[in-house]
C-alpha cells in the first residue's frame, strides 16, 4: 500500500500565496512522475502541474508564471508553491504520484485525499 498525504491548503485572499505539500509513505520501490490536479466547485478536474524524477516540469496554461512545482525525492514528496492567487484557483488540490512499489515492477497510481484552497476576491 502507498499513501499520500496532502498539507497546506486553507483560506488566502487574492494575491497570496500558498505552499502545498505531498508525501508518500508505504511499499515504495521508486516513484516516477508525481504531480498536482484539482478539481473546481463546477467538478471541472485536471492536471495543475508535473514533475519527473529527474526534475522535468510541465505546467497548465492558467498557472505558468505563478506556480512551480518542486519535490525532494529523498522524502518522497512533492511541493506546489502557489503565488499570485486567484479566486479561480479555489479548487481542491489533489497530488499524484506514479509509483513502482516493488522491485519486479509493480506500479500503482495512488493520490492523495484532496485539500481546499479557498482565494478570495
Known amino acids: 500500500q502507498v499513501q499520500l498525504v496532502e498539507s497546506g491548503g486553507g483560506l488566502v485572499q487574492a494575491g497570496g500565496s500558498l505552499r502545498l505539500s505531498c508525501a508518500a509513505s508505504?511499499?515504495?520501490?521508486?516513484?516516477?512522475?508525481m504531480g498536482w490536479y484539482r478539481e473546481d466547485p463546477g467538478k471541472q478536474h485536471g492536471p495543475v502541474a508535473t514533475?519527473?524524477?529527474?526534475?522535468?516540469?510541465n505546467y497548465a496554461d492558467f498557472v505558468k508564471g505563478r506556480f512551480t512545482i518542486s519535490r525532494d525525492n529523498a522524502k518522497n514528496t512533492v511541493y506546489l508553491q502557489m503565488n499570485g492567487l486567484k479566486p479561480e484557483d479555489t479548487a481542491v488540490y489533489y497530488c499524484?504520484?506514479?509509483?513502482?512499489?516493488?522491485?519486479?515492477?509493480?506500479?500503482?497510481?495512488?493520490w492523495g485525499q484532496g485539500t481546499l484552497v479557498t482565494v478570495s476576491s
Open positions: 499524484n504520484a506514479d509509483t513502482i512499489w516493488s522491485s519486479l515492477g509493480n506500479t500503482l497510481d495512488a
Open positions: 508505504g511499499s515504495i520501490f521508486s516513484i516516477r512522475d
Open positions: 514533475i519527473t524524477r529527474g526534475g522535468r516540469t
